[in-house]
């Protein structure tokens, strides 16, 4: 029987509903993906599965039987694909799964940087409810969503999704992505292409929905919040490289930027949140891509995949690059 190994860190109904999905493979979930545990337990793998953990030359010389590899997530940042393409390797990713749930969790880091969520939900918990001290040091900084222009840089799956989400608060939106929509796409969710630095200069809040890549690693850098307005807020629910961390901080400790929100961060395996001191910034785990809808769409995806190569059908969502 064909073996599938998922090498990525996972609660056990995760890998217990994976093997339900698969027709004709046996399972082996490891939980530590070390050089010892993948050498032991994945040399003679068919497929390897994972999310965010590495996968390089140097993983592919532990697992020499691996004849496909799926990832589960959308991104695939965590894969070095010249080195999986030079090995003949095919390699597929899951894109769209996630997308309504990102598109949900980037509006609500909106409206809770907006609204200062995080600061009113304090003030009850130490302070009782009410709290006029708040409202009274807050209510010229509290904005509605409605009355914001929220620029897009990246319009595929999620960006889309986020702008037609935002024509229900009446949002102007625009955006900016490296190949224009089409008219029909923009006059049916009522957003404006616009070069990047006028998107970074007119919106008030910007959200980054490109994948990461050389070519986008510190995509918002001095240069590009220099040109944001000092009441704008940045939204990042992509990968954290796309921005210049310490860049971010010094713009909000210096009154040039109102704040952050975001789900994503550059160093994510130490585990620190470097905006911890700053009220301004609310940070979230990189959480917004997973629920109960979206977790079981994505193992239901990739089973399919892989059921797919195994039978010698062709798969989907190749990557391609």
Do not use: W
């Not at 050498?39 to 965010?52: E, P, Q």
């Not at 140097?58 to 694909?81: C, E, K, M, S, W």
């Not at 009113?120 to 969503?145: I, K």
């Not at 909000?252 to 929100?261: K, M, N, S, T, Y």
């Amino acid at each position: 029987m064909p073996k599938v190994v998922l090498a990525e860190v996972v609660p056990p109904f995760v890998s217990q509903q994976l093997q339900a999905l698969l027709a004709g493979a046996e399972l082996d979930a490891i939980q530590d993906t070390s050089d010892e545990e993948l050498a032991r337990r994945a040399t003679d793998a068919d497929v390897l599965v994972t999310a965010r953990a590495r996968v390089d030359a140097h993983t592919l010389a532990l697992t020499p039987g691996v004849r496909f590899i799926q990832q589960l997530a959308v991104g695939y940042d965590n894969l070095d694909v010249d080195a999986i393409r030079a090995a003949g390797i095919p390699v597929a990713n899951n894109p769209g799964f996630n997308c309504s749930s990102v598109a949900e969790h980037t509006i609500m880091l909106m409206l809770v940087v907006l609204h200062r969520f995080l600061a009113a939900h304090d003030a009850t918990c130490s302070g009782g409810f009410p709290t006029p001290g708040f409202v009274l040091a807050n209510q010229a900084n509290l904005r509605e969503l409605g009355d914001e222009t929220v620029g897009l840089i990246g319009f595929g799956n999620i960006g889309r999704a986020v702008a037609e989400r935002l024509k229900g608060f009446k949002t102007r939106v625009l955006y900016f992505a490296r190949h224009r929509a089409d008219k029909a796409t923009e006059a049916q969710l009522g957003v404006e292409y616009t070069p990047v630095n006028d998107l970074l200069v007119d919106a008030s809040i910007v959200s980054l929905h490109v994948p990461s890549s050389a070519q986008t690693r510190h995509l918002i850098g001095p240069a590009e919040l220099a040109l944001m307005s000092p009441n704008s807020f940045l939204i990042n629910t992509s990968r954290g490289d796309l921005v210049d961390e310490a860049e971010l901080r010094r713009a909000i400790q210096d009154g040039r930027l109102a704040g952050a929100g975001l789900d994503v961060l550059e160093d994510e395996v130490g585990g620190i949140n470097p905006f911890s001191d700053l009220p301004q910034v609310v940070v979230t785990p990189h959480s917004a891509g997973i629920t109960r809808t979206s977790m079981p769409r994505a193992l239901r995806l990739a089973a399919a995949n892989i059921d797919r190569f195994l039978c010698g059908e062709p798969v989907v969502n190749l990557v391609t690059r």
